[in-house]
């Protein structure tokens, strides 16, 4: 989910599992929100992307769920791999020009 | 593709120098975006050029920032004089949306990591 403070969340999974990071949005009239995936030292990396008129979209190995009841997104990620190991963030469209990103989630792949 | 070029990669400078950060989009990008990274606030827009004009400029901190984006291929991010506070990773993203989907698939640079001591 979204930090608190100045620690980003962190989900650790071994490599093989299947991960999911979620985040909770904060404008119900977000009509378009994307995954980004940073890693160190590097700026964000489009994952994929989902209208609010649609509830799950699929990718490679990739699938957000949106949940627009809750305001609730996920990133699943199946058969997670070394190179997955990043920072995960969300971000929601709700101006037209102007993403909205949350703090990030951590994602650790362990041997 | 080369992708969003930034230089420089890292930029170390004393408090009260003034600092140019550069930006090359991608070819046939029509809009583009800078952003700033800091563990406390996350990213955030500071401006954003629509075919070279700079249309929302609210982000922008204080009067010690501006931009410009005087053709297609090339942006400036100048801040005079600069701050310990300004310490953080400015991005460059470029996109070809127009209107409603100006922002979507965005593709960011590598950034440049500024350091103000």
């Known amino acids: 989910g979204e930090s608190v403070g100045l620690h980003l969340p962190t989900l650790s999974v071994q490599e093989g599992d299947n991960s999911i990071i979620n985040c909770a949005y904060s404008?119900?009239?977000?009509?378009?929100f994307i995954w980004y995936k940073q890693e160190s030292g590097k700026g964000p990396q489009f994952i994929i992307d989902?209208?609010?008129?649609?509830d799950k979209r699929q990718g490679q190995r990739v699938t957000v769920l949106l949940n627009k009841t809750v305001k609730h997104l996920s990133l699943q990620i199946a058969a997670t791999q070394p190179g997955d190991s990043a920072v995960y963030f969300c971000?929601?469209?709700?101006?037209?020009?102007?993403?909205?990103f949350g703090k990030g989630t951590s994602l650790l792949v362990t041997p | 593709d080369a992708g969003v070029i930034q230089s420089p990669r890292h930029e170390v400078t004393e408090m009260g120098q003034e600092v140019t950060l550069r930006c090359k989009p991608i070819?046939?990008?029509?809009?583009l975006f800078w952003y700033r990274q800091t563990m406390m606030r996350g990213l955030e827009l500071l401006i954003y050029?629509?075919?070279?004009?700079?249309?929302?400029d609210s982000g922008m901190p204080e009067d010690r920032f501006s931009a410009k984006m005087p053709n297609a291929s090339f942006s400036t991010l100048k801040i005079q004089p600069s701050e310990p506070r300004d310490s953080a990773v400015y991005f460059c993203?470029?996109?070809?949306?127009?209107?409603?989907?100006?922002?979507?698939?965005?593709?960011f640079g590598s950034g440049t990591q500024l350091s103000v001591l």
């Open positions: 993203a470029s996109s070809t949306g127009t209107g409603a989907a100006l922002n979507e698939k965005l593709f």
């Open positions: 404008n119900s009239a977000s009509d378009y």
């Open positions: 971000a929601e469209n709700n101006s037209g020009y102007a993403l909205n």
């Open positions: 050029f629509n075919n070279n004009v700079p249309i929302d």
């Open positions: 070819s046939g990008h029509n809009s």
């Open positions: 989902i209208r609010s008129n649609m």
